[in-house]
């Protein structure tokens, strides 16, 4: 309504791309009143589950019709290599499908009470949710909070980060001609700090599931507290990958890297801290770099790029004062860290992927989520040592452990004070199980069964 607009860019040439409608208070108390009149007037909430799941296997097949379209747009606003786009894309379709399917398959109970008749629960929506996405999945994290919420009835309103609001207005744009109702999903472009801020205090919302910054998610809590508004919050990390000497290394060192440096690092899960047995310390290393070292970083419309430009050239220069920050800690600069300016980089926010040794646990950079590709390999010749440190952070989000001794992976699996682990694998999310945080890493499970009792 005020006629504002801001620029999305391209961070792999730093220039705009598209303009887009800067939402302010107004703008969001129109959006939940949409939703609010469509949730509390129908017919979304009332339809037969079976109805509701109709339609959001047509957006799927939208979803699916449209993907390169949606990649392409993915990668020019947010630098993301196109095979990472084209997946992502395909796993939002997925997730649609998932919670379509899943939808006819999920009830209450019979709860043999103690006095004569009947008592049984119903999964009712919440209502109205506001969904809160980050930049560095904008679209699949779009889909996972936006399928489950639309299956189980409620009206939703989706607001993506500033820097990549594009993949979002794809999916707003397929809404209708999949036939979902008017009103029933609303979306607003907009700074967090005005229309994030006036979404997350508007009496007419019922619920916030939102993924972001653990700073950024106290002050939601905080602020839901006042009205007592649902709250899944979906937050930092600080992810561990732990390499026992029993493991093949070098395959462990060949799969690790993607495991830190996907997305440029800018993953909540991103295993930043390797914590490696002593005795093959200098063989994962090595290993890891050499891999590191044939990592295509480049130009991300390319196919064969494996890592494109950071998000930003502000994101860029954070990291970079991380690794100064490392040095000065007294850790080892082993590879990389340096800013690439010259040739296809000239222009872009690139970075060269950075690997620390002779890290320790208690440093800044070991502690501190620093959303950028650097990697601390931290030595271990103590198991109730290691896992001492692994779990002495304040994240505890995914992470990894490989070893062939099966028992040693399940005792040590159980120990680590993480939502989700991989065991020989750099894998943490699947959109069958559920996935979240312990301690300041989240509340609540987003994916799988669970993201349906999110929005119930
Ligand atoms: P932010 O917390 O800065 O922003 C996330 C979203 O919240 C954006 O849409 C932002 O809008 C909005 N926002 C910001 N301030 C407010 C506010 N006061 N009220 C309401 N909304 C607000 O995180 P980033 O975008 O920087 O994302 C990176 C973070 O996300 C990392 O910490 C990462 O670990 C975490 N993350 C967690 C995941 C998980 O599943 N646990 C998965 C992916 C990322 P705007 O962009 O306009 O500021």
């Excluded at 997946?87 to 649609?96: I, T």
């Excluded at 967090?192 to 950024?216: R, W």
Aim: hydrophobic residues 40%.
């Amino acid at each position: 309504q005020s006629g504002e607009t801001f620029e999305a860019m391209n961070p792999a040439l730093t220039e705009p791309i598209a303009r887009v409608a800067k939402a302010g208070a107004a703008d969001v108390d129109a959006a939940v009143k949409a939703a609010r009149k469509a949730f509390d007037e129908g017919p979304w909430p009332d339809l037969p589950a079976s109805r509701r799941a109709a339609v959001l296997y047509k957006f799927a097949d939208l979803i699916r019709e449209h993907a390169e379209e949606i990649a392409q747009t993915e990668t020019r606003n947010v630098g993301k290599p196109i095979s990472d786009s084209r997946d992502e894309v395909g796993g939002g379709a997925y997730c649609f499908e998932y919670y379509a399917g899943a939808i006819t398959k999920y009830f209450g109970e019979t709860i043999p009470v103690s006095k004569p008749g009947l008592d049984y629960t119903l999964r009712v929506p919440c209502g109205v949710a506001a969904a809160i996405v980050p930049w560095n999945f904008p679209f699949a994290m779009a889909c996972w909070k936006v399928a489950p919420a639309l299956v189980t009835g409620n009206a939703v309103i989706l607001k993506p980060a500033s820097y990549t609001p594009l993949s979002a207005l794809w999916l707003g744009r397929l809404a209708l001609e999949a036939g979902i109702p008017e009103g029933v999903f609303n979306i607003i472009t907009g700074p967090g700090s005005t229309a994030g801020n006036a979404l997350v205090a508007h009496p007419g919302v019922d619920k916030i599931s939102f993924t972001g910054e653990t700073t950024t998610g106290t002050q939601i809590m905080k602020q839901a507290a006042e009205d007592i508004k649902r709250v899944t919050l979906e937050l930092g990390g600080k992810s561990p990958n732990i390499v026992f000497a029993d493991a093949d290394v070098e395959h462990a060192a060949r799969n690790s890297v993607l495991g830190v440096f996907g997305n440029c690092g800018q993953d909540c899960c991103a295993r930043s801290r390797a914590f490696v047995e002593q005795s093959v310390y200098d063989q994962f290393v090595e290993a890891f770099i050499d891999q590191t070292r044939r990592t295509i970083v480049g130009d991300p419309l390319d196919p064969a790029t494996q890592i494109g430009p950071m998000v930003s050239l502000h994101q860029r220069d954070h990291v970079r004062e991380y690794i100064q920050l490392g040095q000065r800690e007294g850790a080892t600069l082993a590879y990389g860290g340096e800013v690439l300016t010259e040739g296809i980089y000239a222009k872009g926010a690139y970075i060269r992927p950075a690997v620390f040794t002779r890290a320790t646990n208690e440093m800044r950079i070991s502690q501190e989520e620093i959303f950028g590709p650097v990697l601390n390999v931290i030595p271990f010749t103590d198991e109730d040592e290691m896992i001492r440190q692994v779990n002495g952070t304040r994240y505890g989000l995914s992470g990894s452990l490989w070893t062939n001794n099966l028992a040693r992976a399940l005792r040590v699996a159980r120990r680590v004070r993480s939502g989700v682990l991989g065991v020989n694998s750099s894998s943490s999310v699947f959109i069958e199980a559920p996935f979240g945080g312990f301690k300041q890493s989240g509340i609540g499970r987003d994916l799988g069964m669970a993201g349906l009792n999110n929005f119930t």
